[in-house]
């Protein structure tokens, strides 16, 4: 049974830095990851979404890596803004059209 | 429409009570899927429909979740006699083509559903 962790859970950042959020995931068969940002109360907003072919996408700040052999992937934010502050959420597509989720890591950006 | 949309966006029910939940997906779009996220949670696969036909309903929790898509378009997902860990948010996502993979799940704001 494919399971998605996200490390870490919470993470409480001042304004300006690089950061890294971890997601990784027990099987490698998979179609893509995508990541995902949800604002308190709001639905996800998707962010980037990687094939299984590919290594890495950008856009903007961010830049997700993809080692499907190794079962993980990195979500990379470059100098973070208090606008950053949400919960991140990565989910692979196993080969079935459904998602499976990891739990989320819970950023705050302050001033 | 612009989005995919969610109606009600708050539902409170007492226990034993039936809800349903409205979903319009983006318009064109083949795919619709139905999500569960509990409180602190990722969501949750529910159910996943290909126009018309529900091709996938392992995550629905019991028999009380009974979901639809008449037409191809907007989607109902029901749920009967309601209990307490019910409680969550529902939502749905939405995507353009049909067998293909790689197209991103587009998501509502959810219906936050309580009972009491």
């Known amino acids: 049974k494919q399971e998605v962790t996200q490390i870490p859970a919470a993470l409480s950042v001042p304004e300006g830095e690089n950061l890294v959020l971890n997601c990784s995931f027990t099987?490698?068969?998979?179609?893509?990851l995508q990541w995902f940002r949800q604002d308190p109360g709001k639905g996800l907003t998707s962010l980037l979404l990687?094939?299984?072919?590919?290594r890495e996408q950008t856009s903007g700040r961010l830049n997700a890596s993809l080692d499907k052999s190794s079962g993980r992937s990195t979500l990379y934010i470059a100098a973070s803004q208090p606008g950053d502050s949400a919960t991140y959420l990565c989910?692979?597509?196993?080969?079935?059209?459904?998602?499976?989720f990891g739990t989320g890591t819970r950023l705050q950006v302050f001033p | 429409g612009a989005g995919v949309s969610q109606s009600p966006r708050y539902k409170v029910a007492k226990r034993g009570q039936d809800v349903a939940l409205r979903c319009d997906p983006i318009?064109?779009?083949?795919?619709l899927f139905w999500y569960q996220q509990a409180l602190g949670q990722g969501p949750e696969f529910l159910t996943y429909?290909?126009?018309?036909?529900?091709?996938?309903k392992s995550g629905l929790p019991s028999d009380r979740f009974f979901a639809e898509r008449p037409e191809g378009s907007v989607s109902t997902l029901k749920i009967q006699r309601t209990q307490q860990e019910d409680s969550a948010v529902y939502l749905c996502?939405?995507?353009?083509?049909?067998?293909?993979?790689?197209?991103?799940?587009?998501f509502g704001d959810g219906t936050r559903l309580s009972i009491l």
């Open positions: 996502a939405s995507s353009s083509k049909q067998g293909n993979l790689n197209q991103p799940q587009h």
């Open positions: 099987d490698s068969a998979i179609y893509n």
């Open positions: 990687i094939q299984s072919s590919q």
């Open positions: 989910a692979v597509r196993p080969g079935t059209d459904k998602l499976i």
């Open positions: 318009s064109g779009h083949v795919s």
């Open positions: 429909f290909q126009n018309e036909a529900q091709l996938d």
